[in-house]
């Protein structure tokens, strides 16, 4: 009997206990600022004032850390899986292969961050504000950015996958050698940004309006851009092969050496549009540069 008891412990009580949060490691890291190998899982530390800290191999999974203060510090190897990080702070961060997924990061501040490897899975970031932040080798996956703020903002080397940015008004964006697949820009005003060397295939930008944007040696195929304006921007050598242009507009857009082929142009306008060794739609070139 004794030994069935042991048993039981050791198999269903103990497994429980290792993923408690360490009181001391969590007290030590309130006074010093570092945490270094922490285990302060299922831990409650809302409202503390972490800035100026580091932290590294530290697991926060299924925190309540809402409305806490980590701005200026220095992250490695950090889970904050399955988190309540509202209203949260991380302005002028360094962040090194962080895990946000299945988070609630709404209202959070992450302005002016430098981040490499991290990955928002599922997470929540309504009202966030990503501000001026750099992104390298980073995941977005199954994410509604509503009313996200994301001006200034740098992707590098990143995967945007079943995103949704919707009615937004961004500025300055810039994305290069990214996987930018069938996002969802609908109705999104973007204006004086850069997506260079990416794929936005199959992308969604119906009824949005571009200014001043810079797209080039990137893969538009099959993007919708019905109702979109396009103007004072450069699309070159882009493949736009099976976009649906219906009822577009572009104007003062160099589209040299950019791909048409069996693109839908009913209604679509193009005023004073430069078309240089261009593939049309009818399939014949148009060298008359």
């Known amino acids: 009997m004794l030994s069935k008891v042991l048993l039981y412990i050791h198999l269903f009580i103990l497994p429980f206990a290792a993923y408690a949060y360490d009181e001391k490691q969590l007290n030590r890291f309130k006074v010093i600022k570092i945490c270094k190998n922490c285990d302060l899982t299922n831990s409650d530390i809302a409202k503390e004032d972490f800035n100026d800290s580091i932290i590294s191999n ?77 992104f390298k080798n980073s995941k977005f996956i199954n994410l509604k950015l509503t009313e996200a703020k994301l001006n200034n903002t740098k992707f590098i080397k990143s995967i945007f996958k079943n995103v949704a940015l919707k009615n937004q008004d961004i500025k300055n964006i810039f994305f290069s050698n990214s996987n930018i697949e069938r996002m969802n820009f609908e109705l999104t005003k973007i204006n004086r940004s850069t997506f260079e060397n990416s794929s936005l295939k199959g992308s969604n930008f119906k009824s949005s309006n571009f200014f001043e ?77």
């Open 58 to 134: 530290t697991n926060f999974s299924n925190s309540n850390l809402n409305k806490v203060n980590f701005e200026k510090s220095q992250f490695k190897n950090t889970n904050f899986q399955k988190s309540e990080l509202k209203k949260i702070i991380f302005n002028d961060s360094k962040m090194l292969n962080l895990d946000f997924s299945n988070s609630n990061l709404s209202y959070a501040k992450i302005e002016n961050i430098v981040g490499d490897n991290i990955t928002f899975s599922k997470s929540i970031l309504s009202n966030s504000n990503f501000s001026g932040s750099h």
């Open 213 to 289: 944007v810079s797209i080039t040696d990137t893969n538009m195929e099959g993007v919708v851009l019905t109702d979109a304006i396009i103007e004072n921007s450069i699309l070159t050598h882009v493949n736009l092969k099976g976009a649906n242009l219906e009822n577009a507009q572009f104007i003062n857009v160099d589209l040299t050496n950019s791909n048409f082929e069996q693109v839908n142009i009913i209604n679509t306008k193009f005023v004073d549009v430069k078309f240089c060794n261009t593939l049309m739609p009818s399939g014949i070139r148009n060298d008359n540069c």
